[in-house]
């Protein structure tokens, strides 16, 4: 009981705080027919400032980390996004009225990470005075980018394998698309997902950033305009993130439940699944409490901002209403709202 009191009285401690409620109060504008906007243009400073701020962070910590340390949360957070979705793929893709293609869609976007939800995430623990590495903005891309190209290489070798036999059921040659070699992975395919995803202006932002801390010296700039800037920002961005994710519900009016299902359930149990590699690597390398429950919300997160372009080049048969309706939908919000259940457990289970 004492541990469930715990975790209410955190949800109610942090409902109070900036970042969440900024987060409710645009779901409310929304809901109530507010015509209060966001020019796009401002919406896509506030991100690009943001990750360049979280890539510059992480740059300076990597530059004087040990790289020992960094390599298992590492690989610890690319295994994380594979995982994720192969989940997808096992659940959401082969339910009942939700095609292979949207579902792995789905699955990707929610594998991959929300600068916005890492932000939160990093605000609230700041705010509680709650240590973490400053290498874990590194850790975004690993898990971004092993997330998006495992889900589209799965919906594509899935595409060509339903296209192989509907090919030898028409009794023509079946060795593979158009009777070609064998189905199995395209290098050509990989490469071109990985440099797609690396183009993107989120990953290319962070990459940007995180290069510009590692070789050169930003510290002033960092403290004098990145650090400054970054708590209004981002309270801005939660409230643009609410009233999108109100809007984005209607879209999945006309898609399957289990679209609702997931988009509710999954959060949570990714970020478990977030939590129990984080609390292993801890286990093994003495990774902090707060780089746990940061890894924890970077697998709740979906993708707002490098996923969906990603997807929508390599993946254009999906239904972009479908998988980024219950990402922004759905998702964003049940991920930045479990994130004091993530800041309990770690207290529960390694002390804060």
């Known amino acids: 009981m004492d541990f469930a009191a715990d975790i209410v009285s955190t949800l109610l401690t942090q409902l109070q705080k900036p970042t969440l409620a900024f987060l409710i109060g645009g779901m409310v504008l929304a809901a109530l027919g507010s015509r209060l906007t966001v020019p796009d243009a401002v919406y896509k400073f506030i991100v690009m400032v943001m990750l360049l701020k979280v890539g510059l962070g992480a740059g300076m910590a990597v530059r004087d980390a040990d790289l020992i340390a960094l390599a298992a949360p ?3 957070a690319a295994g994380v996004g594979v995982a994720i979705v192969l989940l997808g793929n096992r659940s959401l893709a082969r339910w009942k009225g939700v095609s292979r293609m949207d579902g792995m869609a789905t699955a990707g976007l929610f594998g991959a990470v929300s600068a916005s939800t890492l932000a939160a995430g990093m605000a609230m623990l700041d705010a509680e005075g709650i240590a973490y590495e400053g290498f874990i903005g590194a850790l975004y891309p690993f898990m971004d980018v092993a997330a998006l190209v495992t889900a589209i290489l799965l919906a594509r070798m ?5 296209s192989a036999i509907v090919t030898q059921g028409d009794g023509t040659a079946g060795m593979g698309v158009g009777g070609g070699s064998p189905i199995g992975v395209d290098g050509d395919l990989v490469r071109d997902i990985l440099v797609d995803t690396l183009r993107s202006p989120a990953i ?3 990459l940007l950033g995180l290069a510009i801390g590692l070789f050169a010296k930003p510290d002033d700039i960092f403290e004098d305009f990145y650090k400054q800037l970054f708590y209004g920002l981002l309270s801005i961005l939660m409230l643009i993130m ?3 994710a109100w809007s984005r519900l209607s879209e999945l009016r006309g ?3 289990a679209y609702i299902v997931y988009g509710l359930a999954a959060p949570v ?5 977030g939590f129990g590699v984080g609390l292993a690597i801890h286990e093994m390398t003495g990774f902090s409490a707060g780089g746990v429950v ?4 970077m697998a709740a997160s979906s993708s707002d901002i490098s996923g969906p372009p990603t997807l929508r080049g390599a993946l254009p048969e999906a239904n972009p209403s479908a998988y980024v309706g219950t990402s922004t939908g759905l998702g964003t919000p049940v991920a930045i709202l479990s994130i004091p259940l993530f800041i309990a457990l ?3 289970t390694i002390g804060l």
């Open 346 to 348: 770690a207290d529960a």
């Open 74 to 76: 590492a690989l610890g």
């Open 242 to 244: 609410g009233m999108e």
């Open 158 to 162: 899935g595409a060509e394998r339903q």
């Open 269 to 273: 149990v990714h970020g478990l699944v």
């Open 255 to 257: 898609a399957a439940p």
């Open 204 to 206: 290319s932002a962070l």
């Open 294 to 297: 940061l890894l924890s919300v």
